[in-house]
């Protein structure tokens, strides 16, 4: 079965920083060979595309997280990460862990990440 497990949402203050972590398992075929990526979803908003980081390690990023946010890979463990700094409210969503190596294309199931005072 495979699994997509998303943490380190939580509530945190403007200009703060969060980590989200998504560990994968049971993926068919090497992890190293997925393009990972992080989506969000805004209440009343669809879900865009934050980072996405390729089979080959290289990364794109939303223009409004640019210079904020940080993709990076653990295939070793299986692991994607964002590293979010200098949050803003508007950062407020459900962050979604994605895998995709077609036809594969698993989701997991979000993390609340809150920017508030």
């Known amino acids: 079965q495979v699994q997509l497990v998303e943490s380190g949402g939580g509530l945190v203050q403007p200009g703060g920083s969060l980590r989200l972590s998504c560990a994968a398992s049971g993926l068919p075929n090497s992890f190293s060979r997925y393009d990972m990526g992080w989506y969000r979803q805004a209440p009343g908003k669809q879900r865009d595309l934050v980072a996405r980081i390729l089979s080959g390690n290289s990364a794109n990023y939303a223009d409004s997280v640019k210079d904020r946010f940080t993709i990076s890979r653990d295939n070793a463990k299986g692991t994607v990460y964002l590293q979010m700094n200098s949050l803003k409210p508007e950062d407020t969503a459900v962050y979604y862990c994605?895998?995709?190596?077609?036809?594969?294309?698993?989701w997991g199931q979000g993390t609340q990440v809150t920017v508030s005072v």
């Open positions: 994605n895998a995709n190596h077609l036809p594969f294309n698993y």
